[in-house]
């Protein structure tokens, strides 16, 4: 797999990225777990989330559940932002959500750092 710099991040990244909204929603853990794992023993480092896909959180979730000790051989970029509450409470790009917003993906993604974190 080609690796490449993502801007001047400093980050390297395979050419080819997993886009993971399904997992959590249309794909099954154990689906979505064989998927994960294949992308990686391919090559493919990029593995892109967002807090709101599958249903306000899944998608982080299933990736926070399977990645386990992978999670050191991926960079993981997810994104803030969208509503995350039907009463519009948990939105937009204050920096009062964004720590709210990163603390609650952390969380549901299991790891204590985020590579690339984005509004959506």
Known sequence: MEI???????????AVGLGCNNFGQRTDLETSRKVIHKAIDLGITLFDTADIYAGMGGSETVLGTVLGNRRKDIVLATKFSKPMATDGTKQGASRRYIMSAVEASLTRLKTDYIDLYQQH
């Open 4 to 14: 490449r710099n993502l801007g001047g991040s400093g980050l390297r990244v395979s």
